[in-house]
C-alpha cells in the first residue's frame, strides 16, 4: 500500500475533535496573550516587540508537525523503543554539563544548545518518563502487582533521572515527574504498602531539599508573607497579586496590561496567567482555567475508553498525561494567585517556551493515536440483563 492509499484509507471522521479543539483553542490564545505578554521584555532584550512572538509561532507550527507525526505511528512502535528513547533522555540530561552544548542562565544548567537551537531536556524527559513506564506496565504488569522487584527496577530507573534533573538544579520538574509516574504505578495496581513507602520518601526528600537550600527556604517564607519583604524575596509574588488585582472581572483590555511593561518578571513564561487575569479579567482566567482542565479530563475519558477496550498502554499513558497537564495547570495557577510557594512550572500550551510547548504537541498527538485505535478495535458487545430483584 503506497503512502497515497494510506492516507485515503485514513478515517478521520474517528479523530476526538472535541481533544483537537481544546488544543487548538488553547494553542492558538496561548500565541496571542503571549504577543501582549512578551512585547516589551523582547523590545528590551532583542530590539522587535516580536521577537519572542515570532519564536513561539515557529515552535508552535513544528509541534503541529511533530502532533501529526505522532498520530499516524502506530502504538506498537512507542513499546517496541521505549528503552531507547528513555536512553536518549538520559543523555540529553547529562549533556546540559557539556561545555559548549550546555547552557548556564542564572547559575542553573538546564539548556542545551544544537543548530541554533535551545532544548530543555528536563521537558523533553517528562513525555520519555510517562511513555516508558507506561510501556514497562504493560509488560510487566504481573510483576508489579505482586512482587517488589518489579516495582523497583522502574522505580530505580526515575529517580536517577529525577536525581540528575535536581543537579542542574529543577525542583519544579523532578517533582511533577515524580508525582506522574508514581500515579501511573497506582493505577497499574503496585501493593498500596510499596506506593505509600516511595511517596513518604519522595515527600521527606523534596522538604529536605526546601528546607536546607537557603533560596528555596526563602521561597517559602516570602509565600507566606510576601508583604513583609515586596522589594526581595516577595517582590514577585507581589507583583503578581498586584496585576491580578488589577484585572477585576472584566480586566483592563488586551494589550492594555501594566505589570508586563518590566515591572513583573517573566510575565510572559511562569506568571503569564497572572498577565491573562490582568488583561482579560477574573472571568477571562477562569475560562482559561476550564479549557485546561477540559483538556487534562479529555484525556482521562480516552484513557477510561482504554481501559474498557484492554488498550492497557493507551490507559496508563493517557493517565500519565492527564496528571502532568493538571499538575502543570494548578502549580502555575497556584504560584501566580499566592496559593502555593513560587516555583517555575509553565502554563500548558500558554506560556513562553519552545521545548514545553512542542512536548505538549507531541503528547497529545499520541493520545489523538491512541484514541484512533480504541475506536478501531473491536466493538464492546451490549449484553442485555434481566433486572434481578
Keep these: 500500500m503506497n503512502k497515497f492509499n494510506f492516507f485515503k484509507d485514513f478515517d478521520f471522521s474517528k479523530l476526538d475533535f472535541v481533544l483537537l479543539t481544546l488544543f487548538l483553542v488553547l494553542g492558538f490564545f496561548g500565541l496571542l496573550i503571549l504577543s501582549s505578554a512578551s512585547a516589551h521584555f523582547s523590545d528590551s532584550i532583542y530590539g522587535n516587540p516580536s521577537a519572542i512572538f515570532n519564536r513561539q509561532f515557529f515552535y508552535f507550527i513544528l509541534g503541529i508537525i511533530g502532533l501529526f507525526a505522532c498520530f499516524f505511528v502506530p502504538l506498537n512502535f512507542w513499546s517496541s523503543y521505549d528503552r531507547l528513547f528513555i536512553s536518549f533522555g538520559i543523555l540529553l540530561l547529562f549533556s546540559v554539563f557539556i561545555p559548549g552544548i550546555g547552557i548556564e542562565v542564572n547559575g542553573a544548567n538546564r539548556w542545551i544548545r544544537i543548530a541554533g537551537f535551545g532544548l530543555q531536556p528536563s521537558e523533553i524527559m517528562k513525555f520519555l518518563s510517562i511513555l516508558y513506564i507506561s510501556c ?24 536517577s533521572i529525577i536525581s540528575i534533573i535536581l543537579i542542574q538544579p529543577d525542583l519544579g520538574s523532578s517533582a511533577v515527574i515524580f508525582i506522574s509516574v508514581l500515579g501511573v504505578l497506582f493505577v497499574a495496581g503496585v501493593k498500596i504498602q510499596q506506593f505509600l513507602v516511595v511517596a513518604l520518601l519522595g515527600f521527606i526528600a523534596i522538604t529536605m531539599m526546601i528546607i536546607f537550600v537557603p533560596w528555596r527556604w526563602e521561597r517559602i517564607i ?34 492594555q496590561g501594566l505589570m508586563k511593561m518590566g515591572y513583573l518578571p517573566d510575565a510572559h513564561t511562569d506568571f503569564i496567567f497572572s498577565v491573562i487575569v490582568e488583561e482579560m479579567g477574573i472571568l477571562g482566567g477562569f475560562a482559561i482555567i476550564s479549557l485546561l482542565f477540559g483538556l487534562s479530563f479529555r484525556i482521562f475519558f480516552i484513557g477510561r475508553e482504554s481501559l474498557v477496550r484492554k488498550n492497557f498502554f493507551g490507559f ?54 491512541i484514541d484512533y485505535e480504541n475506536k478501531n478495535s473491536m466493538p464492546i458487545p451490549m449484553i442485555k440483563r ?3 430483584f
Excluded at 504493560?138 to 529517580?159: C, D, M, N, S, Y
Excluded at 513583609?228 to 496585576?243: A, H, K, V
Design 222 to 255: 516570602s509565600f507566606i508573607d510576601p508583604w513583609s519583604d515586596p522589594w526581595g524575596s516577595g517582590y514577585q509574588l507581589t507583583l503578581s497579586l498586584m496585576s491580578i488585582g488589577r484585572g477585576d472581572w472584566f480586566g483592563v483590555g488586551l494589550g
Design 386 to 388: 434481566r433486572a434481578q
Design 136 to 159: 514497562y506496565s504493560v509488560r510487566r504488569i504481573k510483576e508489579i502487582q505482586t512482587h517488589w522487584l518489579g516495582f523497583f527496577r522502574p522505580a530505580l530507573i526515575i529517580v
Design 316 to 369: 496508563y499513558f493517557s493517565f500519565g498525561v492527564a496528571l502532568l497537564l493538571g499538575l502543570h495547570t494548578f502549580i502555575n495557577v497556584g504560584v501566580s494567585s499566592g496559593l502555593l510557594p513560587t516555583k517555575g512550572l509553565t502554563l500548558p500550551l500558554i506560556s513562553g517556551g519552545g521545548t514545553n510547548l512542542i512536548i505538549v504537541c507531541l503528547m497529545i498527538g499520541l493520545i489523538l493515536r
